[in-house]
């Protein structure tokens, strides 16, 4: 069975480390939320250059993104992750039930090099959702390197 101390087969993180990853990822979709609200009240364009700038700096970004959880989980361990777990999910679920049909459909450019779950433009529905489906993915890996 995975410990929270175990090794992962892919990033070679330990569990803990790759739970934490998700949670930032659910964080990250908060942001994005109000970040992708911004950017669709402007001109395609301006989403557009400023997910090429993030696609530039696709390096720095994935050297933070491998190393920020192997410090974050000393600092958050496994009962401060499950409450911030909750404190997310209600958190988003509350968000996008205030939302409307027209606030979901607008959207923004992506950097694509970020994240295989990115697509070069998303609606905020799409952005809500991506967050679950990283994690659905990552937990079926973990559990298939459980299962053997």
């Known amino acids: ?38 950017f669709a009240r402007l001109p395609r364009g301006v989403s557009m250059g400023f ?21 974050a989980v000393k600092v958050c361990g496994p009962r401060r992750m499950g409450a911030a777990f909750d404190r997310i999910t209600t958190s988003l679920r509350h968000r996008l039930e205030a ?10 450019h992506y950097p694509v090099r970020w994240d295989p779950f990115f697509t070069d433009y998303m609606a905020r529905a799409a952005v809500a959702f991506a967050a679950p489906l990283a994690l659905a993915v990552a937990l079926t890996a973990a559990l298939a390197e459980v299962l053997g």
């Open 1 to 38: 069975m995975a410990v929270p101390g175990g090794i992962s087969r892919g990033a070679r993180w330990t569990n803990g480390q790759l739970l934490w990853h998700m949670l930032f990822g659910y964080l990250i979709v908060r942001v994005l939320l109000v970040v992708t609200r911004l």
């Open 51 to 71: 997910a090429r700038l993030l696609n530039a700096a696709t390096g720095p970004f994935d050297a933070v993104n491998h190393a920020g959880p192997v410090g």
């Open 99 to 108: 939302e409307n049909d027209v606030g979901l459909t607008r959207g923004m």
